[in-house]
Structure formats: C-alpha cells, structure tokens
C-alpha cells in the first residue's frame, strides 16, 4: 500500500471508527506499529537540482535471498499527480544479478506490464505499473521476483508433478535503475520491500530480502544500533509503520524495553508523509538482553516468551476496553 492512510482497508476502518464517535457504542481500532525498523525494507529517492536533474539515475540494490520458496515484491510509489498527466515522470529498469537490463525499460503510464525472460511463462521478473485514483493520486511500480529455488507444479488433479518445475530466479543483487524524467527537485520516490520472513513456529519457507546500501549504518563504532538515519543512504529506518497503520483515527502501538525505558529497536517510524509515528508504546521487551515479556502459552500452564510490537498493542487494547 501506499503508506499515506488512503489505503482502502485503511479508510474503511477509519470510517467505521468516525461514524461510532461519539455513539452509545464507540469503536476503537488498535494496531501495532510493526517490526520492520531494522529490515532495510524500505529506501526514499530523491533527485537534487534544477528540475530533479532530468536524465539522472539513482540505483536501490535489492538483495533475494537463496532458497527463498516464495516471491518477492518491491512496491514503488511516486508522488501524488492528477491521472491526467501525460509525461512519464520516472522511468524504471531491472538488472538481474546474472543478466543484462530489460531491453525496454518501464515508464510512468506508458508500457504498464514488462517481463524479463524470453517467454512470460520463463519470466524470473514481472514489473507491472498502475494507478491508484483519488484520494491517493499515486502511481505504483510493483517488481515481482520469483522463488529463487525451484518448486514442483501441481497438476489439475492437485497432485505435484516433479517432472514440472516452476523457473527459479536468481540470487543475488537485483538492482533497480530510477531514471529522472520530470520529477521536480524534493518530489520523493518511496520504495517498500513486502514482508516475506517465515512466521514464528513455521517450517523455513520465505526468507526476507532488503536493500544494501553502503552508505547505511547498521553498527556504530561500539556495536550499537544508530537511532538516526545517514543522509546519504538510500535506506531509510523512517516510513517503517505498519502497511495499514497510518490512518489517522487509528491507535498505533510501539514498543519499548521495561529496564531502562528505550522504545524497542524494531519498533515501526513514521515519516512526514504519513504519520509522525505511533501514539503509544507498550512493554515489548523486558531489557536488551531478556527480550519478549512471559505470555500464556498454548499447552495448559505453559508460558512463552513473546516479542514484538504485536505483544505490545494487546496491552493497550485492554486499556481502551476497560
């Protein structure tokens, strides 16, 4: 989504919030902030001088990860423009880490699905534009890498076949070429990398790629995690809010370490473009060290150590409720 509150989940919720204000039966929507701050899975691009320097490049370089059994989206979002417009304002082009670019890059209303590969049904990458009209105005680059591994194909009776094989990509760095066309000097591009880590207690199936940017600090001289992020990296730890958690009706949870009082160092950023950040924090860790608080386990008198700004948002919710 877009990551500006305009999202259609996003306003539904925060309609049905604003329409049982100030009711005998008040709704509130409590969420939490997300644990992405930390993932590099999200970069801002900016073009400096006269016009943005019409004709200049920025490169993201996407990390996919081996053994990755699901595919992997980059969702590019450009500033708000009237669907009218009729000049490509970025051009977009993919170069894979064991091939050349495409031979027909993308562009801003022009050219809405490419394919790298020599037939669709081989395609290691699909990069696909389009347009979200009001009220969010913006228009989307969605660059859709495939599993890195090959999978067998089931046939029509749900029975997989090993003699079909689906195409696997290739690992490595995939990097995404942004080519200036019209965009003006502070126009932001904003590029979020979706969520596709396996889930806690899950067998190993997707596995999370990021942006590498050399120029992000992950460590300072002392091992410790920067609160600030570099001016010159791409990569930015600002805009990691949840995919739906930046409406503004709704109530959004960070966390935070009990010892010491420090907000947990994966809890979601705002950013200026959407909210500034969560309302609230909640216990998520108990110290650097002893990380999760002690939750109900799912075995009769068992408990389990849980982390996480979705441990958080419960603590609160019971707060609102009582």
Same mark, same amino acid.
């Given at each position: 989504?877009?990551?500006?509150?305009? #999202?259609?989940?996003?306003?539904?919720?925060?309609?049905?919030?604003?329409?049982?204000?100030?009711? #005998?039966?008040?709704?509130?929507?409590?969420?939490?902030?997300?644990?992405?701050?930390?993932?590099?899975? @999200?970069? =801002?691009?900016?073009?400096?001088?006269?016009?943005?320097?019409?004709?200049?490049?920025?490169?993201?370089? $996407?990390?996919?990860?081996?053994? +990755?059994?699901?595919?992997?989206?980059?969702?590019? $979002?450009?500033?708000?423009?009237?669907?009218?417009?009729?000049? !490509?304002?970025?051009?977009?082009?993919?170069?894979? &880490?064991?091939?050349?670019? *495409?031979?027909? &890059?993308? %562009?801003?209303?022009?050219?809405?699905?490419?394919?790298?590969?020599?037939? &669709?049904? %081989?395609?290691?990458?699909?990069?696909?534009?389009?347009?979200?009209?009001?009220?969010?105005?913006?228009? *989307?680059?969605?660059?859709?890498?495939?599993?890195?591994?090959?999978?067998?194909?089931?046939?029509?009776?749900?029975?997989?076949?090993?003699? @079909?094989?689906?195409?696997?990509?290739?690992?490595? %760095? $995939?990097?995404?070429?942004?080519?200036?066309? #019209?965009?003006?000097?502070?126009?932001? =591009? @904003?590029? $979020?990398?979706?969520?596709?880590?396996?889930?806690?207690?899950?067998?190993?199936?997707?596995?999370?790629?990021?942006?590498?940017?050399?120029?992000?600090?992950?460590?300072?001289?002392?091992?410790? =995690?920067?609160?600030?992020? #570099?001016?010159?990296?791409?990569?930015?730890?600002?805009?990691?809010?949840?995919?739906?958690?930046?409406?503004?009706? *709704?109530?959004?949870?960070?966390?935070?370490?009990?010892?010491?009082?420090?907000?947990?160092?994966?809890?979601?950023?705002?950013?200026?473009?959407?909210?500034?950040?969560? +309302?609230?924090?909640?216990?998520?860790?108990?110290?650097?060290?002893?990380?999760?608080?002690?939750?109900?386990?799912?075995?009769?008198? !068992?408990?389990?150590?849980?982390?996480?700004?979705? =441990?958080?948002?419960?603590?609160?919710?019971?707060?609102?409720?009582?």
């Amino acid at each position: 989504g877009p990551h500006d509150g305009t #999202s259609n989940i996003e306003r539904a919720i925060g309609n049905l919030i604003r329409v049982r204000r100030g009711t #005998s039966a008040p709704l509130e929507v409590v969420v939490p902030a997300g644990n992405s701050r930390l993932k590099r899975c @999200h970069a =801002v691009v900016k073009f400096e001088g006269r016009r943005g320097e019409k004709g200049s490049t920025k490169t993201l370089s $996407w990390r996919v990860l081996p053994d +990755d059994r699901t595919t992997s989206h980059l969702e590019i $979002w450009l500033p708000p423009t009237p669907q009218g417009q009729p000049e !490509s304002r970025l051009r977009l082009n993919v170069e894979p &880490p064991d091939g050349e670019r *495409m031979k027909e &890059p993308m %562009e801003e209303h022009i050219r809405p699905f490419r394919v790298w590969g020599e037939k &669709p049904e %081989e395609g290691m990458c699909y990069v696909r534009y389009c347009y979200v009209p009001a009220p969010t105005n913006r228009g *989307m680059f969605l660059v859709t890498v495939q599993p890195t591994v090959q999978l067998e194909q089931e046939d029509a009776t749900g029975i997989f076949d090993p003699g @079909h094989l689906d195409v696997a990509a290739s690992a490595g %760095e $995939w990097k995404i070429v942004l080519e200036n066309c #019209s965009l003006e000097r502070g126009d932001e =591009v @904003h590029a $979020w990398i979706q969520r596709d880590d396996t889930r806690y207690g899950q067998l190993p199936f997707g596995r999370q790629s990021y942006f590498d940017d050399p120029e992000y600090v992950r460590f300072d001289d002392y091992g410790r =995690v920067p609160e600030d992020d #570099s001016e010159t990296s791409l990569v930015k730890r600002a805009g990691t809010l949840h995919g739906i958690a930046t409406e503004r009706d *709704m109530i959004v949870v960070g966390g935070f370490r009990r010892k010491g009082l420090f907000p947990a160092e994966y809890s979601g950023e705002g950013t200026a473009i959407s909210r500034k950040g969560p +309302d609230v924090a909640a216990v998520s860790d108990e110290s650097i060290i002893r990380r999760g608080v002690l939750a109900t386990g799912t075995r009769s008198g !068992s408990i389990v150590a849980l982390t996480g700004t979705s =441990v958080a948002a419960p603590q609160i919710a019971k707060l609102v409720a009582c």
